[in-house]
């Protein structure tokens, strides 16, 4: 049976295994996920052995994405714009490869589950740590009409926004100086785990607005609820990309794409 693993630290509350033996399931692929906590530090003797003993790829958290793409061999440029790995495979040569389904993850709940198309959009993103690093590239590929990257430490911001401008019209704010209104405002902030939100001014929503969390919680997320008081169209979290992000490495390691909704509904069910 082929051998599939997350590794993080901590691993415990992964909903990986759980996704993937559902998608192995629908697409009758046999397959074992399982989940490992890797010792910090030893990443990449932990992968290692793995590999040894016959694993076919895996996916990497939260803290080894960084690492993952250290030791990846070929990177997409995806991948290597991200700076992170989150999915390793052989490819046909038998290289160890790294891709970053994150991206797609998002871009594919925002578009294809929920029918919103970036394209044109005025964007605003918030925050500029490894998660949005990790989402920019695919957003960008929609043609976005403009990004703004706001972040509270502005350097940051400016540094991945001219990373990323060869790819479409990004640039950098702080986030008490931003002028809106935006058409679709993604939160990539940390701020949603410590039950915060970033402090913005007035006028960043406008009636059609759509606001997406890149968290999911029980609970309506802070920037959630932020953005149902300002009054946006549509207040998503991210469950749903949690989901497509895995469905694309399924597809990257089986070459068969699962269908996701049904399982986004029951997610849905079991976490409220
Ligand atoms: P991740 O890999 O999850 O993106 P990170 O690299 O630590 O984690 O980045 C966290 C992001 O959330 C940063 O943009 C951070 O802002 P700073 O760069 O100024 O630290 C942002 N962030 C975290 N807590 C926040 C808060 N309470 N308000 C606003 N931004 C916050």
Redesign the pocket.
């Known amino acids: 049976m082929d051998k599939y693993a997350v590794f993080g630290n901590p691993i415990s509350h992964s909903k990986s295994p759980v996704i993937h033996a559902q998608f192995a399931q629908q697409t009758s692929q046999l397959l074992s996920y399982e989940a490992i906590c890797a010792p910090v530090g030893k990443f990449e003797e932990t992968v290692r052995s793995f590999l040894a003993e016959g694993g076919k790829g895996l996916n990497v958290t939260?803290p080894f994405k960084e690492e993952a793409w250290q030791v990846a061999k070929v990177r997409s440029e995806r991948a290597e714009l991200a700076g992170a790995v989150n999915t390793l495979y052989f490819n046909d040569e038998g290289l160890l490869c790294g891709e970053n389904t994150d991206g797609v993850g998002m871009v594919r709940d925002i578009q294809e589950n929920h029918g919103y198309s970036i394209t044109g959009k005025k964007v605003l993103v918030?925050?500029?740590?490894?998660?949005?690093r990790g989402v920019m590239k695919p957003i960008l590929e929609q043609n976005p009409g403009e990004v703004v990257i706001a972040?509270?430490?502005v350097s940051?911001a400016q540094t991945l926004a001219e990373l990323f401008s060869p790819f479409g019209h990004v640039s950098a704010s702080s986030?008490d100086t931003l002028r809106g209104p935006f058409d679709l405002i993604i939160n990539?902030?940390?701020?949603s785990l410590?039950g915060?939100m970033?402090v913005l001014p007035q006028g960043m929503v406008h009636s059609q607005s759509w606001c997406y969390d890149m968290m999911y919680s029980t609970e309506p997320t802070p920037f959630n609820r932020w953005a149902s008081n300002e009054g946006a169209c549509r207040q998503l979290d991210g469950l749903g990309m949690l989901v497509e992000q895995a469905a694309e490495s399924f597809y990257i390691w089986r070459g068969v794409r699962p269908d996701t909704s049904s399982l986004i509904s029951r997610l849905r069910e079991q976490i409220l």
């Open positions: 939260v918030l925050g500029a740590g490894g998660a949005v972040n509270r430490t940051k986030l990539g902030t940390a701020a410590q915060e970033p």
